[in-house]
């Protein structure tokens, strides 16, 4: 299916067009018959010879339905731009265009109609001046009478032609269901309908409206019953989990785990862009105020009234309200961009965002320094480079200073550091960051980040640790008493050279297990109900109350475990998750 929105001053033949082309009213209400006027968004859908199927989402010409327009034509891939013959180029014919061309739409047929009033060359040659050097410039153009049906047949050849041009969408991705009606069907509940543009909804799926999650019932398109409909096309669902009062047109239906939402994005702005403070964003069927920060000469941060799911590469346009006039289309570049705290912060970050149209993933990653894939391809733009560590991807600028960060981490101590510590003192959500970050001079010992040019233990000192290695396998939390220390010789100096070659790590006053010890009690722990006591955890550990209680205390410190109360912790579920 090919959907196609029309565009065009009022009273200019839209939906008598649209009739003509489908045989179906498209103008819902008895008030907007009565008056000769559509108000609200009209749907009519006509087969082709060719087989293409068409489906029309016929909008208001008139000033005082631009929003209701707009909610129309944001999410349709394709415009058929309406002119009359006998009145020519209108005021809202000039609004309608300004509304296209800053939602970037490409793709278009001009129509100059009611061709039995009067000759349409004046109109169309004007028409064509004013579509110059916009979106739709040099689009094909037909004259044609509604009321007659000269030029139908040529019509409908040229919105073959058109159909057969179209992008393919992508069926595969996430859904975003921009809603633009809601209503109720008896015995089977709630129903809205969009047009769905990217992705396939399926009978049973399950769907996000803001914090609602809700399950697709039942489908519809062209009136009839679907398992699936795959994007481009017009549907109907049947949802349940919420009724028509909380799903408002603008309000989006999502596929889970898949978008952002967001109260914060940085876009840029067509060019000459003249902004004011206070705007309504325009996105879909979505109309949202926002208050707009310039950051450069062509770039700006939108703050939005409620959160919206966006992706870098969107088109929206913001709009004036008070003077009802589109001030700037808008193209999304970071859709989680961080907060202006500083002087000057929006300055810098301007200067970032300068160049960038279509944001890569390398763009994201300069901005953002570290993404997961899913994060990447929720923001809009799926990697295209390898990861630096399992699904993480790094910008190499950010991943260099990490890398001189541990290092000088590491440099501090004379014990080294732990993998899990040195990923929460880099900020690092993933305990393979850390690990992808160890190159010469550092090295990994026992799970222990150290200097690979620090001196080697003495070999004696190496002897003897050997021999405790020996003593804790098969029982890792069995720490050696003062007298089994004594007997390996590993007392003063000795204990010292072990601790800073990371051979051994101390837990609490004279306790001491290799450095592995606590990741394997987490590991452990982490199999217990939660929460558990320190006689649980150590018959767990199979160790006595004299390692324990300080093993426990370390790992409290460390961040794997908490107190819940006096007597009892928990795992902390992304350290026993990380282990």
Not at 300 to 305: E, F, G, H, M, V
Not at 320 to 344: E, F, H, K, S
Request: net charge positive.
């Amino acid at each position: 299916m090919w959907v196609i929105a029309t565009a065009g001053h009022v009273d200019h033949g839209k939906s008598a067009l649209v009739r003509a082309l489908t045989g179906m009213e498209p103008d819902r209400w008895a008030e907007e018959r009565r008056r000769g006027m559509t108000i609200d968004l009209g749907f009519a859908w006509t087969t082709l010879d060719s087989g293409r199927q068409l489906a029309f989402v016929d909008v208001p010409g008139h000033e005082r339905f631009v929003t209701n327009m707009l909610a129309g034509v944001g999410p349709c891939p394709a415009v058929m731009f309406v002119v009359a013959a006998d009145e020519g180029w209108r005021a809202q014919s000039a609004e309608h265009l300004a509304a296209l061309h800053a939602l970037d739409v490409r793709h278009g047929l001009l129509v100059v109609t009611r061709t039995d009033l009067a000759d349409p060359g004046p109109a169309l040659e004007e028409a064509r001046l004013h579509l110059e050097g916009t979106s739709l410039s040099g689009i094909d153009a037909v004259p044609v009478s509604a009321r007659t049906g000269q030029g139908l047949p040529e019509l409908t050849a040229a919105l073959d032609r058109l159909a057969a041009g179209l992008p393919e969408p992508r069926r595969d991705g996430p859904v975003r269901l921009w809603i633009d009606r809601t209503f109720t069907v008896t015995g089977a509940g709630t129903v809205v309908t969009g047009t769905l543009t990217h992705g396939t909804l399926r009978v049973g799926d399950e769907l996000l409206a803001g914090s609602d999650r809700l399950q697709v019932r039942g489908l519809q398109t062209l009136n009839q019953r679907r398992d699936a409909v795959s994007a481009t096309a017009r549907v109907a669902v049947n949802v349940r989990g919420a009724d028509r009062d909380t799903l408002p047109r603008g309000t989006p239906l999502l596929t889970p785990d898949a978008w952002i939402t967001t109260r914060s994005a940085d876009v840029r702005l067509e060019p000459g862009a003249d902004v004011g403070r206070e705007l309504v964003f325009h996105l879909g069927s979505a109309a949202v105020p926002v208050r707009v920060r310039p950051l450069g000469s062509d770039t700006a941060r939108l703050t939005l009234a409620r959160p919206m799911p966006l992706r870098a590469g969107d088109h929206g346009l913001l709009r004036d309200p008070g003077r009802r006039t589109i001030v700037a289309g808008v193209r999304v570049l970071d859709v989680r961009p961080a907060p202006l705290r500083r002087r000057g912060a929006a300055a810098v970050r301007g200067t970032a965002l300068a160049g960038v149209t279509v944001p890569t993933a390398a763009d994201l990653l300069r901005w953002h320094g570290l993404l997961s894939r899913a994060e990447l391809t929720a923001m809009g733009a799926a990697p295209d480079m390898p990861p630096v560590a399992g699904d993480w991807f790094a910008d190499p600028g950010h991943w260099a200073e990490l890398r001189r960060s541990l290092t000088e981490q590491v440099s501090r101590r004379d014990q080294g550091i732990t993998v899990e510590a040195a990923a929460r003192l880099l900020g690092l959500p993933d305990r393979r960051l850390a690990r992808a970050l160890v190159v010469e001079p550092l090295t990994i010992r026992a799970g222990v980040i150290v200097s690979g040019d620090r001196a080697p233990m003495p070999p004696q000192v190496e002897k003897a640790v050997d021999r405790l290695r020996t003593d804790l396998v098969g029982r890792p939390f069995d720490a050696p008493t003062a007298e089994r220390l004594a007997e390996l010789k590993l007392t003063g100096a000795a204990l010292t050279a072990a601790v800073r070659a990371a051979a051994l790590l101390p837990i609490g006053r004279n306790v001491v297990l290799l450095p592995d010890a606590p990741e394997l009690a987490v590991a452990v722990l982490s199999t217990l109900p939660a929460p558990f006591t320190v006689s649980q955890a150590r018959t767990a550990l199979g160790t006595s109350r004299r390692v324990a209680v300080p093993l426990l205390e370390y790992l409290d410190a460390q961040g794997h475990t908490r107190r819940v109360d006096n007597e009892s912790r928990i795992c902390v579920p992304s350290a026993a998750g990380r282990a």
